[in-house]
Structure formats: structure tokens, C-alpha cells
């Protein structure tokens, strides 16, 4: 048993050790290891093209886990006020868009969207005074909807747990004590959620900045990291990709260490 | 004792308030007035409609019939946070997230004009004296014991001086000691900040305690309201005596109703000779009947005494089926053959002129008549 838990371990990590370590190759070529160096992390962040994903990432992922945790939260408290047969059917909703694997949300995402734009676009060009009606098309906004669409999801979930996990007789408390429902929302409710709303936001960016394919379908000519790699990998795997991999790896991981941490410390309490 | 002056006009009145959840009704068509700088209790077990009762003045519920009035205003649709009530929570509710100073202000810092930061420091600080607490502003709540986050939660209510205190079960999450001595305090508190107290709990000792007036309910009805001591001493009827301290119960038949003595034929065939439990004339021959006798009004004596050196008008023999020593008495469980196993209380005092009872040893024990009552089984 120890022996194949071992096993499963090593088979699990080993490529991903494999990748940090050849990042590290002084050499010219992914498969030979010649000595140590670190002189790919510099390329890579020399790299223009790498930088310019980089950044175009980072936009998506920050605004959709901003957006994510807003749009999440706000659900997650009208939820519990949700009773019976109907809770039943959004609570399997929400876990439905989590476990949908993430090439059918994109086809679907791109389809939605694509058909969306077709309807709306005559109608805009229409209606439109000046001499060029602005077209929609895909784009970074694209990207972030749709990745705002299956982070939602998981802050919902985070979030909900730190609401049944919540005191009601504090909310009473505060009503009790001349707060209005909005001072109540804010001096109470808000600072009691922020754990799982901040952790929530956390999971989201690593999901958004990871996601490859649904940016695949959704990005139209816009190049995320993800997919900058993808593309480079094309070219043969150099230990440049190795480096932006294990740059992204190690940023992902702190990330979530400090998402688990913090609903640890919500737990705790 | 500087009780404030009694006015006119109740400071809390329930009038027909009924409050169902669906088909349960927690509240029925209550109807009682609580006057101001009244210390007054809620008695009852769980699910006995006291909590919700208080949760109507609070304002977490609205009565689905019946009025509720604050100082003489109806509080039908007033949300919570537009109330002159206070809660302390049975949990206490203390905000984590918040240090001990923060708490306490909290409720001024809600009001509107919001008061200055120095006038809320200059408060929170009194109200911290106040609750012994002087030195703890800016600890967090959980580095508090549970003594000191019920002193916490009462300062944090006190501080906007409401009309009406509302404590849900506040001493329930102490220990026993810690207990003992809360009630004494908030007993002195309620007396030096003059606000009215209403006390919600399961507990006859703390009721007994520390009210002016309990309220013993059942099934969300009122059984009956009065001070300790009428509760005590004329308890309605079965419900309470049972509820409010200990009780011997011997079931029997009214034999004869003169005035102020009522003659109870036990079902074990011996006639009792009573005091009415009520002033009403609610006493019929023939009717089915208890005769209550306190465990601490029973006398206990060597087997074959007489009345007269047990000092008593009743004398049944008996044979000790359990003792249990509680320091300053002892409880014994005295099996007769004809009324069932009657509990005596022997203080200590007795007990070291007269000494003690083992197990299994034969007595005599009795009670004089007027201390005897008639409860008629409803």
C-alpha cells in the first residue's frame, strides 16, 4: 500500500519536477540537462511577446475573479434565503458548472457568444449615428466573461460554507443595536464573509490565469500566457517554456496556499 | 432599595400577542404588562413559548395576532433597529471581528447624529467600569473567559440606555459559581442603572433568585405570574409546584370544604387537612385533588414517634430508601406504604440535635396541616 502511494505520488510529480528542473538547463535543448543556470528565466522575461501575454493574463484573470467574487457573493446571500425543492436545483446547478469540463463550456461560450454578436451587431449598425457602428467580436471581454462565468461558481460554494458556518444571532445583534440593514451588511455580514470572499477571489485568478482552453475558443486574436505557451510548444519545447512554466507554477501555488490558509483561519475561529 | 417610582403607564404590555408558526403556535393570545424598573423573568421549559415571547419585544418577531407595546406605543411592524430594547444574547453574539471597546460602542456608534468619537470613547469606558471590565478595551473577544464575555455583551447592551434590558438565557453558558455570582450582580445592576430587566430562562433558581415578578409559562400560555414567594408558597397548581422548587405530591379526593381548611381524602385512605392554594372559591367536594408538601416543611424522626416529638399536626411511618448528603442538608427518600415515596429535606442544623438516618432504617415523618396544600389536578 505505502509502496503504491509512493508510486502514485512519484507519477504525479515527477513531470512537474522534471519541468522546474530543466528550467534551470544552461543548455540550448528541453531533453539535455548541461549544467544549471538561470539565464532562460531571463529570456523569457525579455521575451516582448511572452510579456504582452503575461499582461493580457493578468488583466482577465484580475477582473474576472473581481468580477467573479462580486457577482458570486451576491448570489451566495440570496441563496440562503432559498428554501426547499428549488435550493435543491440551484445548489446542482452551481456544482454542474464546476464539474462541466472546461472544452464544453468553451464550444458553448464561443457558440452563446458568436450567435449573441450576430443578432446584435445589425441591430447596433442600425441604430448607430455616427459613420462607424462598433462591432463586437471576440475579444479580451469575451475571455473574461466567460471565466467569470465558471469562477463564479466556486465563490458561491466558498462563500455559502462561510455563511452557514455564520452566527445568525450576530446579525440579530447588530439589528438589535439600532443598525440598519445596510450598516448591519457592512459592519457585520461583509467583514465575517471577507475570508471566503478574499480566498474565493484568490481561486478564481489561479483558475482564470491557468485556463487554457476555454481562452483557447473565447480569445479570438488575443494571446494569453497559457496560450502563448501552447503555441511555442509547437516550435519544440525550449527550457524558455519550461521557465514561463514553472513561473506560472510557483505563482498558482502561492496563491492557493494563501486561499487555503485564509479559509483555514475562517474555519478556526 | 432605591427601586425607581412605579408609573402609570407599563413599560411592556402584550396584548391577545399570538405568534404560530404554521400550524404550532409558540405564542398564544399572550396578555401581561411589565412595569418600569421591573426585574422580571420568563420561567418555563423549552419550547414553552418564552423565548419567542421575547423575541417579540425585540422585535425578531412579529405576532401574527395581538399587539405588542413599548411604553405605551405599538411596536406592530417596527423593525428590530428602530426599538428602545436591548438584547443580551444567549450565546452573547459578541462580534468577532471587533476588540472589546469596539463591541460595546457598536450600538452608538449607530445612532443618528452619530455621537463624537471622544463622547463614545468617554462611554464606552464607563459602561466598561461599570461591568468590571476597565482595563480590557482592546483585548479580542476570544481572548476573553466566558465570565467576562457575558460582562462584555451586557455592557455592550446597557451602553445606548434602553428603555427595557431583554437577557435570553444569559447565565446559561457559565458554570455553576461563576453563575451564582452573576445573578448577584445583575441583580445590583439592574437596581443602580434602574432599566427595566426582562430574563428569559429554564432555570427556577436564577427566576427565583433574581425577579420581582415570574411569569411561568406552558404551551405558550401564561400558568401563572407573580412574585417568588406567592409562587413558591401558592403555587396554582401542580404545574408550578412541580416547576418552582421541589414538591411531594399525594393524590386524593376533597372531602370537605370549610373556609380556609380544605379536607383531602388521600387515595390511600387518610384524610389531610389543607391550606387553599387560591383565594377563589374553585374548590368542589367530590373533585380529584393534590396534597403538596414542600420537602423542607416534612419533619423526620425515629421510628413510632408521635406527633408531638415530631413537632407536627400529620404523622406517617416510613423506611428510608435513599439518602443524599448535600452538605448543608440532607435529602432522603422516605418510601410509605400508603402515599408513595415522599422526599424530606433535613437542614443541618436538626441533624446535629437530633442525628441522622441510614439507608434502610425506619421513621417517622409529618408536616403540619398549614403547611399542607390543596392543588386541584386541572
Redesign the interface.
Known sequence: MRLYSIAVYLFLYIPIGIIVLFSFNAGRHASELKGLSVKWYGKALDNPFVIDALFTSLTIAFCAATLASIMGTSAALALQRIKGPLKAIFDGMIYISIMIPGIVIGIATLVALVSVFDVLNPIIADVWLGDKAPKLELGMISVIAAHTLFTMSLVIVIVRARIAGM?R??I??????????W??FR??TL??LAPAILAGFLLSFTFSFDDFIISFFVAGPNTTLPIYVFSSIRRGITPEVNAIGAMVMGASLLLLIVAQLLLRRDHR? | MTSPAQTDTPDIRFENATKRYGDVVAVDSLSLAIDKGEFFSFLGPSGCGKTTSLRLI???EQPTEGDVLIGGASMVGT????RP???V???Y?????MNVADNVG??LR??SPRPPKSEIQKRVDETLELVQLAEYGKRRI?ELSGGQQQRVALA??LI?RPTVLLLDEPLAALDRKLRREMQIELQTLQRDVGITFVLVTHDQEEALSMSDRICIMRDGRIVQSGTPRELYDRPLNRYVADFVGKSNFIPGKIATVNGRSIDIESDGGMLFSCNPSTEQDTYTVGDSASIAVRPELISIGPPGSNAEALGTDVVIPGRIQNRIFLGEHTEYLVSTEKYGEILVLSPKYIESVRGSFERDEDVAIGWKNETALALEDT
Do not use: I
Not at chain 1, 440579530?172 to 440593514?181: C, W
Not at chain 2, 423593525?79 to 428602530?82: G, M, R, Y
Open positions: 452566527d444571532a450576530l440579530e445583534a447588530s439589528t438589535d443595536l439600532y443598525a440598519s440593514p450598516a448591519t459592519q457585520v467583514p465575517q475561529r | 425585540a422585535g425578531f423593525p428590530p433597529h428602530k430594547v436591548n438584547m444574547f444567549q450565546h453574539a459578541l462580534f468577532p471581528h457598536y450600538g449607530q445612532l476570544w455592550r447592551a445606548c
